[in-house]
């Protein structure tokens, strides 16, 4: 298990920001923020996307098993 999600992830800065909120309509409430956000390594990409596949393995058992003895 990864203890230090922290180092998987990392806060954009200011030029990294005003490009898509100039590209992309969508990022409009963006320009007003205070703060910057933050962005996923590949590797933090990598780790999210493992813990929801493990998850949905999870959540699939459960109900298998629910339906085995119910």
């Known amino acids: 298990m990864i203890t230090n999600p922290e180092s998987f992830r990392f806060q954009i800065s200011d030029d990294e920001k005003d490009e898509p909120v100039t590209n992309c309509d969508r990022f409009k409430t963006l320009k007003y923020s205070s703060s910057n956000p933050y962005a996923f390594t590949e590797q933090g990409v990598s780790m999210l996307s493992n813990r929801e ?3 949905r393995l999870e959540r699939v058992e ?3 098993c629910e ?3 119910l």
């Open 62 to 64: 459960l109900k298998q």
């Open 67 to 69: 339906s085995l003895y």
């Open 53 to 55: 596949m493990f998850a």
